[in-house]
């Protein structure tokens, strides 16, 4: 069952396994609304390293590999604003959802499940 979060707590779920979906508070974000097979495959990348901030350049090479565009730092901006803005339309509050530091970026929704991190504690603690 979905935890119901308060506007000060961010309890959600995320799917990165098959479908990308964000649930949170009865809402639910599906990979459609996540910027086209680019956004869910940023979203999926940095959803997979919470836990540390990533490179710009490691962001890139995750989107694009070895076919990196000419304005790929521009198309990463645009990219994780629209991640942005599609996190906020299931209400995850400012600001929480990708953070930007010096050249980095970093998935952060504290206290999210995430479907991978909660199958490998249960292989884990099997």
């Known amino acids: 069952m979905l935890e119901r979060a308060s506007s000060d707590g961010i309890p959600c779920r995320v799917y990165l396994s098959g479908r990308v979906t964000i649930e949170r508070s009865g809402r639910v974000l599906t ?7 680019q956004g869910r495959l940023l979203f999926a990348f940095l959803g997979t390293r919470r836990t540390q901030p ?18 790929a730092d521009r198309a990463i901006n645009a990219l994780v604003s629209k991640l942005r803005s599609a996190l906020r339309t299931v209400g995850v509050p ?33």
């Open 31 to 37: 990979d459609a609304a996540l910027a086209g097979p």
């Open 94 to 126: 400012l600001p929480h959802g990708i953070a930007t530091e010096v050249g980095t970026y970093q998935f952060l929704i504290p206290g999210a499940w995430i479907d991978i991190e909660h199958a490998r504690s249960e292989v884990d603690r099997a």
């Open 54 to 71: 990533v490179s710009k350049a490691q962001v890139i090479d995750a989107v694009w590999g070895t076919r990196t565009p000419p304005s």
